[in-house]
């Protein structure tokens, strides 16, 4: 479908609308809740420097057609009163089982993170960017369970995303295959007679592997109970495909009960759409009411947002993420608004 034709049956006619320069409405165009344009095709952002709003931008992102911004967690108390004035819902971004804790889990549960295959904990390691915690403990997913009801209660906020759900770290050398912890080979011995240490070639161990998954999605489902239980919706950032989920993080995405996944698409182009290889690895998912919200970074995201064409992304698909500076967001604001 062409964009004029998109244009023509309302699909985005009035975040475009408001791009070529339409004068804004009044409470027709206010956002649903949970970010969702009328027009079914949502714009939202993800800032990487949500510090640097200041009293113009949300109006004017605004004015772009955005409808949410997804905003770390640490981030909200600053941005969310503006954000909300201009009717753009607010997504707290959590990443669920790296920063949640306060204070810090590393100095009182050192045992909750993740043991590599040679018995080093991750919480051990040089970097605190490798520091996992394990999901396959009850303690673990109890907590986190609580922090993000917690979270999904506030008032300021409209809506969770749940981020840092895997089991092996992209950062992980190929022979720290997380997670080889205690309640882990506990819990693989019981469920299949064997310890995880002893196999041989765990990577491509079926039940291994299916067990990781399994922990990781019975995660995700406590944790949306959690969000949904304060009546807000949930969404959570994933790998590019499911393939790929399922591949490196561990993460079977396409069985996880949210109402938004957000895969991160990574693109070197300045303001082109994902490539179709990417979107093909969403093609005949068994999604229910699940929506698919790919977060796209480019170069120039107020350019890709006004050059995609929503026909190109499936019914499957709920929108965009635009991800980059709030400069690049608002840039060419200012250029002559074409007629
Ligand atoms: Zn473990």
């Known amino acids: 479908m062409r964009r004029e034709d998109f244009l023509r049956t309302g699909g985005l006619a009035i975040a475009v609308g408001l791009w070529y320069g339409c004068t804004r409405g009044d409470d027709e165009l206010l956002p649903a809740a949970d970010g969702a344009a009328p027009g079914g095709f949502d714009l939202w952002i993800a800032p990487t420097d949500p510090a640097a709003l200041g009293a113009s931008e949300p109006e004017a992102l605004r004015s772009m057609g955005i409808r949410a911004a997804i905003v770390p967690l640490a981030a909200v108390p600053t941005v969310s009163s503006s954000l909300r004035e201009s009717g753009i819902a607010i997504y707290a971004r959590v990443n669920v089982l790296r920063d949640l804790p306060a204070p810090p889990w590393s100095a009182a549960h050192p045992e909750w993170f993740t043991v590599a295959r040679d018995g080093r904990s991750s919480v051990a390691s040089a970097s605190d960017t490798e520091a996992w915690l394990c999901p396959s403990w009850p303690e673990v997913r109890a907590q986190l369970i609580d922090d993000v009801g917690a ?147 480019v170069a120039q995201p107020r350019r890709a947002a006004e050059t995609l064409d929503p026909s190109e992304f499936g019914r499957e698909t709920a929108g965009v993420v635009l991800v980059g500076t709030l400069a690049s967001l608002l840039q060419h604001l200012d250029e002559p608004r074409r007629p």
Not at 227 to 233: C, D, I
Request: charged fraction near 25%.
């Open 151 to 297: 979270v999904a209660a506030d008032p300021q906020i409209d809506g969770v995303v749940l981020a840092g759900i895997e089991h092996s770290p992209a950062s992980a050398p190929p022979d720290a295959d997380y997670c080889f912890c205690e309640v882990c080979r506990a819990q693989f011995i019981d469920l299949s007679g064997r310890d995880p240490m002893t196999l041989a070639a765990h990577h491509r161990d079926v039940g291994w592997q299916t067990f990781r998954r399994e922990a990781l999605t019975a995660l995700v489902r406590g944790l949306a109970q959690a969000v949904r239980a304060n009546s807000k919706p949930v969404a959570a950032m994933v790998r590019a495909t499911p393939e790929e989920g399922r591949r490196e993080a561990a993460q079977e995405w396409d069985e996880w009960p949210v109402d938004r996944l957000i895969p991160q698409l990574p693109t070197t182009a300045a303001v082109a759409p994902p490539p179709d290889r990417t979107r093909s690895g969403w093609n005949g998912l068994d999604l229910g009411d699940r929506r698919i919200q790919p977060a796209i970074e």
